[in-house]
């Protein structure tokens, strides 16, 4: 009957709010919650990777929006959303490059070292933080101008949903900024073998290759939800000498890219 019906959209309505999350990996990223803001501890991959993540946002951003790159506050006035935000390493970021933020996540642990790191700054005060998933805030009917989403799309459910979920929460005319690990057999060894299994510069089981993505999938799933893919992909490589990451073109591991919604 009509009522059992209601009921039951209902029911996949809010199975659909939680589609592309998957409960094993907000515990996992829960459990580091402490470590955020430890360089030298499991996250310290992370604060290496974050300078050129940063770098490659402002580049892109600054081009696509005809900023001088050089000005301090390239994203002055700028709404940006983090979406898997872990303990902000990439929020407070670009905080400080005069962005608007908002940082969000599953893991409530996360978000609440998130604020309490940045409640220490008082140059932050145009950055929040809630616990909630990117299908929960876009039905509450917000957009912004960019959305980042840094190596998460590797640990959701559904990919296609997943960035249908940020297609939604980007403004006409803005950008959606990604990275993710490649599905290769060169990824398998650099993040599984060695950095799991060998170095243990993060727990074993912390990556699943077969949730991996290729470049082209990634692009797949973009073009799919209406945005277009910049062509200036690049990729986020480690030097083991310096201990740092740069961005090369080699694509074959970690890659970031950038794709705009339609104005």
């Known amino acids: 009957n009509m009522l059992n019906l209601i009921k039951h959209s209902r029911k996949i309505k809010r199975a659909r709010l939680y589609s592309t999350v998957i409960p094993e990996e907000v515990e996992k990223f829960s459990r580091l919650a402490n470590n955020w803001w430890d360089p030298n501890g499991e996250t310290g991959l992370l604060h290496r990777m974050n300078p050129p993540r940063v770098k490659y946002i402002r580049k892109l951003y600054c081009e696509l929006a005809k900023v001088d790159y050089d000005t301090p506050l390239p994203l002055k006035g700028v709404d940006v959303l983090d979406v898997g935000c872990g303990g902000g390493l990439l929020s407070e970021s670009l905080c400080r490059l005069g962005a608007n933020v908002l940082g969000i996540d599953a893991a409530e ?155």
């Not at 959305?147 to 590797?154: A, D, G, Y």
Request: proline fraction near 3%; charged fraction near 25%; charge should be negative.
């Open 109 to 263: 642990a996360s978000v609440n070292i998130a604020k309490n790191h940045a409640s220490k700054d008082p140059y932050l005060k145009n950055l929040e933080y809630r616990c909630i998933t990117s299908d929960e805030l876009y039905k509450e009917g917000n957009q912004f101008d960019v959305v980042c989403s840094l190596e998460v799309i590797e640990h959701v459910r559904n990919p296609q949903d997943y960035v249908n979920s940020l297609a939604n929460l980007t403004k006409k005319g803005g950008n959606v900024f990604l990275s993710t690990i490649n599905r290769t057999h060169k990824s398998h060894f650099f993040t599984i073998v060695l950095a799991e299994r060998i170095l243990k510069w993060v727990d074993e089981n912390t990556h699943d290759w077969e949730k991996y993505v290729t470049p082209e999938e990634l692009k797949n799933y973009l073009e799919e939800s209406g945005l277009i893919v910049h062509p200036k992909m690049q990729g986020i490589v480690y030097n083991p000498i310096s201990q740092n990451w740069m961005l090369r073109n080699d694509t074959s591991v970690n890659y970031i890219l950038c794709a705009t919604k339609e104005g």
